[in-house]
């Protein structure tokens, strides 16, 4: 092949036909051409651009397979060599493909080894080390492997040794482990020595204590491991979670021991790496913050580490109880000025001590962001109300005496705390009303805080909620109905609200269909709403299924709205980013009951995505025969939605639905490890919150299943 002209044939190519992230591939060549151009910024860009086409965040496309074959040829001719092996070894490494047959683009890499392979021998290192890590992701072991033993045998360049370790492992587990096993001695580079203990980690070797004692010698280790390995950007917690993926208590007492270690560490670059391998294992484990702890408190030396270490706890909430007292000398530091240490501080004793905390939040109220932020449930525990407290109550007040000086957040972040103390908060009623034209999603918190009180307050909440819906506001029109049941401004407020945009138009169908019979008068409106809907984008598909489940709670007439859930699901399903759209629509299906029954094909095509599966089940329980249900077939579903992380939460709705009494022993066991196994079932979502949902699910799943006995 002649490699001095690596596009040959490039134009004869036909690019529009296939297709990247962003539809047609017809710019492929201008960045082919780019890319093995002598002006390096437009390579800079081209390169960029690729990565954002055929290599979309990991997701590969025809067009990725098309483009292989010249890519390799540019490599090989020496334009940009390691970053464009690199781009290949990212296609070759994906499993995410759209729109191909599996495994069509990795196959398309592939192809090109006898281009690559070469490149193990070029004289830069760097060069070499892209090779090494593009060419073991084609997993073509039978060519691949011979060309990597023989450079693990040349090299003597650290990092490519290390990455090439990786690769023989990558292809060959146990054979990887095999030669790792010589690696681990000291004298070997610590690069090397890093890449060893994922290659035995990898093979499923058992944790020694050479290793263990090999992993504290390489700490602080961030630096050790390849940039082209992002999951273990963080080597220890990799170390760490590849231990507790084991699942059986000796590889958890391993990764505990490495924790323990580095957070006792004297020195503050291991002790923090340390609590980045804490915060992992809290993560992946229920048991990990409890036997934690006491290495969590001496890890703190100084204010410096009680900021690294904060987070954490507050993450994992009373549990941490015992590091109230590391966190408080802090936490009630210069409460009348803003300190952003004593605020961290602050919002994890919020979590950790609410009852000690209460105190110092009121004392520094208005320069406590984050601390107010953890004391109104965003970082919390769904049923988290912080304690009432006479002095934080006369601190909201104050606040809200001046809502001029109030931005941001904390306004609705006063209300929250408002509404959790509910009728013990009826004192701040007269700064509530007078906040209202400033703030008019007060309403809701007038509403709840004036429900139980006596009927002078009561009588002066309502007053100030109708002169603000005759002025228009909807919030205050809906509190007002919450309040005392008068719709008219509601209705009035609504009709607006059914006119508007697909968001606006959403939550006004939403809050038309509370009102069941009463929201009669909106019918025309609701139609007319409906008339005028089109498009699959989810603002546009969640209006509509809100418009059809008002229209069924308002005129409970199941043809019409029947009509509009099924086109909800067909949109839908040409929508790649609409999957919770089709959960909303399930959800609601499942309020037709068995005027429904027609969607029953749409929902049992849902129980296929793991994402929907719940709330299927749940609507097929609801709108289906029961003597037609395959109830074995639902608790499957369901079960793979928890185990995946798909939707966790909906999952256990859908199990305590199904109830134990029909499932296999293979859905107990499996059930019974989801509530009683170690290993977290929710692993994803908003960080602070992941550990707070999981022991929420936790104690659920453990009311359906008893513990096993062992």
């Known amino acids: 092949m002649d490699l001095a002209h690596p596009l040959d044939g490039l134009d004869d190519h036909p690019w529009p036909a296939f297709s990247h992230a962003y539809g047609s591939a017809e710019d492929v060549p201008g960045l082919l051409r780019a890319l093995s151009g002598p002006d390096q910024d437009a390579a800079d860009e081209a390169l960029s651009e690729l990565y954002g086409s055929v290599l979309h965040q990991g997701t590969v496309y025809a067009a990725s397979a098309e483009a292989a074959p010249f890519l390799a040829r540019i490599a090989a001719a020496g334009h940009r060599t390691a970053d464009v092996l690199v781009l290949l070894g990212g296609l070759a490494e994906s499993d995410d493909e759209h729109g191909v047959p599996t495994g069509t683009v990795r196959a398309a890499v592939a192809e090109q080894l006898p281009l690559l392979l070469p490149s193990l021998a070029a004289a830069e290192p760097d060069v070499r080390r892209a090779a090494a890590w593009a060419v073991s992701h084609t997993r073509a072991a039978g060519i691949a ?13 650290p990092a490519v040794r290390a990455e090439v370790l990786s690769a023989l492992a990558r292809l060959d587990p146990q054979a990887g482990s095999a030669v ?3 690696a681990l001695e000291p004298s070997q580079p610590a690069e090397v020595r890093m890449a060893a203990l994922f290659a035995g980690l990898d093979a499923g070797a058992p944790w020694t204590r050479a290793m263990h004692t090999a992993m504290l010698s390489l700490l602080p280790a961030d630096a050790l491991c390849s940039d082209l390995d992002q999951e273990r950007g963080e080597p220890l917690s990799a170390v760490v979670k590849a231990l507790l993926s084991r699942g059986d208590g000796p590889a958890r007492e391993a990764a505990f021991a490495l924790v323990e270690a580095a957070l006792r560490s004297d020195r503050a670059d291991v002790r923090t790496e340390g609590l980045w391998a804490a915060d992992c294992a809290c993560t992946l484990s229920r048991s ?39 966190l408080a000398p802090l936490a009630r530091r210069n409460p009348n000025q803003v300190d952003d240490h004593a605020d961290r501080a602050l919002a994890a004793l919020v979590l950790v001590a609410p009852v000690k905390a209460v105190p110092f939040l009121a ?39 001046r809502p001029e000086s109030l931005c941001g957040d904390e306004p609705w972040r006063l209300m929250t705390l408002l509404r959790g103390w509910g009728a013990g908060a009826a004192p701040a009623l007269p700064e509530l009303c007078a906040a209202l034209p400033h703030f008019p999603w007060a309403a809701g918190t007038i509403a709840t805080v004036a429900a139980d009180c006596a009927p002078e307050e009561r009588g002066r909440a309502v007053a100030s909620l109708r002169t603000a819906a005759e002025q228009g506001s909807l919030p205050a029109a ?51 709403a409906l008339s005028g809907s089109s498009g699959d984008t989810t603002p546009a598909l969640d209006a509509d299924t809100a418009l059809a489940e008002a229209l069924w709670r308002v005129t409970g007439e199941a043809d019409e709205v029947i009509a509009v859930l099924d086109s909800v699901f067909t949109r839908a399903g040409q929508n790649a980013w609409s999957r919770w759209s089709v959960v909303r629509a399930a959800r609601a299906a499942a309020l037709l009951g068995s005027a429904g029954r027609s969607l029953v094909p749409r929902l049992t095509a849902a129980l296929d995505h793991p994402a929907q599966a719940p709330a299927a089940v749940l609507a097929l329980l609801a709108v289906a025969d029961p003597a037609s249900l395959d109830r074995a077939a639902l608790t499957e579903a369901a079960l793979r939605s928890a185990e995946s992380d798909a939707d966790a939460l909906g999952a256990c709705d859908a199990l305590e639905a199904l109830g134990t009494t029909g499932m296999t022993d293979d859905h107990l066991r499996r059930l019974t ?35 096993p006995e062992f």
């Open 673 to 707: 490890a989801l509530a009683h196994g170690d290993a977290r079932v929710i692993r994803s979502g908003v960080q602070t919150s992941i550990i707070h949902e999981d022991e929420a699910l936790r104690i659920r799943l453990q009311a359906l299943t008893p513990e």
């Open 478 to 528: 809906q509190a007002l109905y919450d309040l005392i049941g008068e719709p008219a401004p509601l209705l009035s407020r609504l009709e607006e609200g059914l006119r508007g945009g697909a968001r606006e138009l959403r939550d006004a169908a939403l809050a038309t269909g509370a009102l069941g019979a009463q929201g009669v008068p909106l019918i025309p409106a609701l139609r007319a």
């Open 363 to 401: 004392a520094g109220l208005g320069r406590r962001p984050r601390a107010l932020d953890a004391a109104a449930g965003t970082r919390a525990p769904a049923d988290f109300v912080l304690p009432y407290n006479d002095g934080l109550l006369d601190a909201v007040r104050d606040r809200l005496s």
């Open 288 to 326: 990990a913050p409890a036997r934690l702890i006491r290495s969590l408190c001496e890890a703190v030396v100084d204010e410096e580490s009680v900021i690294s270490v904060a987070s954490l706890l507050g993450q994992v909430g009373s549990v941490a109880a015992p590091a109230a007292d590391v």
């Open 145 to 157: 492997l011979p060309a990597l033993r023989s450079r693990w045998a040349e090299e003597s360049v």
């Open 180 to 182: 790792a096993a010589t």
